[in-house]
């Protein structure tokens, strides 16, 4: 590009909801009722001192926040470069970083009056934090699924089961996320006047990339303080796993204004970077319109969304947060990709070095950490969101195992 | 003017009502829509809403979804839908496009606008462009006097509604239920007060749709609207079209259109 691109502010998005040219408003007018009244409940609910007060002592007392920041030294040495430490967002209760957004938009959902939720899961992990947000609240749950992700996911189904909500299979398309969030948008089309949706990721029309981004930004604070306190410096790199970019989102953003300290975005590179093998949209796609808002998605030719692969539910998205987009179009933000093989040792590495099972998502970021590290002298500190635990990947591992063999 | 707005020009002073099927582009084939298109023609239909196909969908309910999936599964693409399109050349009545914000921007707005009325497409509905997100598309509509009409819902505000209005060529498209498309057995007898409001606030048609399928239907909407569309029940027929003869299935729909026509505008 001869243009040099504007640099990233933090001060995003503007009024429309953009982020750059990126986000804005793309659905049905029937929902822009929901939205409006959504962004007014959230601008006022921010800086509502009690609103902010009851979420600090949820996360505090219910979800275990803050989550450590942990050193992992034997990984580090593994690689021979860098120091590798890790925000742990899997101790969170739940087992990953969803429950930060979920119980933000259950308070929302009690403060606007409504009386019933709806929301989409990919890997589950969303909906086990949205399940359970709501058994907390007393809030009647309906959760989307894809089929394919209710067979991978097992262990998350049952949970949410458990929990009392509903889960919904989706049999349209290709079953997975995608397919979920059609489905949740369609039946909150219908529903809009007593339901909230809690949508899962820094996606969708405006407000929704905003909300998610800011209830997730706790991730980043604490990093940022943390790594002040225990390293005596901010780190030089921060790296996160994207799929729709919710824990990345949260952990680069207090960062954005830090132009010392560099941040790389890993998307599921699948089993190539041929068309229909891997989720990296910001990495192989263009920019379009999906599920409401303009941002980097994978589309072909006539503006059909394309079909995509990981081997991480989670990540099995053609799409991504319209603030990516904007991160990675102003240069704030290197975003890259690791393949599924990979992302396996990743998994492999920590479990074994250090006695963590990380999800299959957060296993993107580690071994792209890991690449990351070797390149670069002891001195440095990269600090690895691992956004979620690897219980609910056991099965999914053991196929990917035996099929490797 | 535009073709549409001769045609609702002419209706209006015949003070008849316009009706207007939806079919989808491409299920099961292009060849059965452009002679379902020339039946429904021959029938009397006076607008055809011609949906083309997508793979993610929000506004619309499981029957037209299974549809797109089904001719998307055929490899049915916007330059193939215009080029059938194009061919109508015995089809007097205006046709208008449905479809996604995506499909157009993924073709480029000026791109797509010139291809379409090369094709004889009068103007596109395109439910997931909200009037805020819509100035660049409507400017270049207008230039090229391609009419981009909106749509105002029961959950747009009165204030809203206006602006959609003053923002809207061809016809304003008033969505009768909050949900997505589909048959309803009853439709909300609001609708009547809502739409006789929207009637004294633009002079621009108003046509009505989502959840119409019957003739007390139609007969309920006639006296505020200019006209009524039909979607969900007829792509559910068309459906049918995959085991049995498309000749009997064709001349039932016509059949069922005409029903439809016959409450309207008796």
Known sequence: MNDPSPA?????????????????????????????????????????LEFQAELESLLHHYVGRPSPLYHAQRLSEKCGGAQIWLKREDLNHTGAHKINNTLGQALLTVRMGKKRVIAETGAGQHGVA???????????????????????????????????????????????????????????????????????????????PMIVRDFQSVIGREARRQSLEQMGRLPNLVVACVGGGSNAAGMFYPF???????????????????????????????????HGSYSYVMQDDDG????????????????????????KDTGRVHYTSCRDLQALDGFDALASLEGILPALESSHAIAKAMELAAQRPPSDTIVVCLSGRGDKDAAEIARLKQERE | MSQIDDLFTGLRSAGKKAFMPFVTAGDPDLEFTAAL???????????????????????????????????????IRVPAILEMLGGLKDVS?????????????????????????????????????????????????QRHDFSLIQLVTPTTPRERAVRIAQLSTGFLYYVS???????????????????????????????????????????????????????????RQIAAAEERPRADVIQEIGDYAATLLAALND
């Open chain 1, 8 to 48: 990233a502010t933090s001060k995003t998005p503007d009024e429309r909801g953009r982020f750059g040219e990126f986000g804005g408003r793309y659905v049905p007018e029937t929902l822009t009722r929901a939205l409006d009244e959504l962004d007014a409940a959230y601008r006022e609910a921010r800086v509502d």
């Open chain 2, 93 to 141: 009545a205006p046709r208008v496009t449905m479809l996604s914000y995506a499909i157009i921007h993924r073709r480029g707005l000026e791109q797509f606008v010139i291809d379409a009325k090369a094709a004889g497409v009068s103007g596109a509905i395109v439910p997931d462009l909200l009037v805020e997100e819509s100035e660049a598309f409507a400017e270049i509509c």
């Open chain 2, 37 to 75: 298109i020339q039946e429904l023609a021959r029938r009397g239909c006076h607008l055809f809403e011609v949906g083309a196909p997508y793979s993610d969908p929000i506004a619309d309910g499981p029957v037209i979804q299974a549809s797109y999936t089904r001719a998307l599964a055929k490899g």
């Open chain 1, 130 to 208: 949205t399940a359970t947000a709501c058994a907390r609240f007393g809030l009647p749950c309906v959760v989307y699924m894809g089929e394919e992700d209710i067979r991978r996911q097992a262990p998350n189904v049952f949970s949410m089961k458990l929990l009392g909500a509903e889960v919904r299979p989706v049999t349209t398309g290709s079953r997975t996320l995608r397919d979920a969030i059609n489905d949740a948008m369609r039946d909150w089309m219908s529903s809009v006047e007593d339901t909230h949706y809690i949508l899962g990721s820094v996606v969708g029309p405006h407000p929704f």
């Open chain 1, 256 to 290: 954005v204004d830090d132009p010392n300290v560099e941040m790389v975005g890993v998307e599921a590179g699948g089993r190539s970077g041929e068309p229909g093998q891997h989720a990296s949209p910001l990495t192989y796609g263009s920019p379009g319109v999906l």
């Open chain 2, 177 to 235: 239920v909050t949900g997505i498309t589909g048959e309803r057995t009853e439709l909300p007898p609001s609708i009547v007060d809502n739409v006789g409001w929207l009637r004294e606030q633009t002079d621009l048609p108003i046509c009505i749709g989502f959840g119409v399928s019957q003739p007390e239907h139609v007969k309920m909407l006639a006296p505020v609207a200019d006209g009524v569309i039909v979607g969900s029940a007829i792509v």
């Open chain 1, 304 to 327: 059909q969304t394309c079909d995509v692969h990981s081997v991480s539910a989670g990540l099995d998205y053609p799409g991504v947060g319209p603030e990516h987009s904007y991160w």
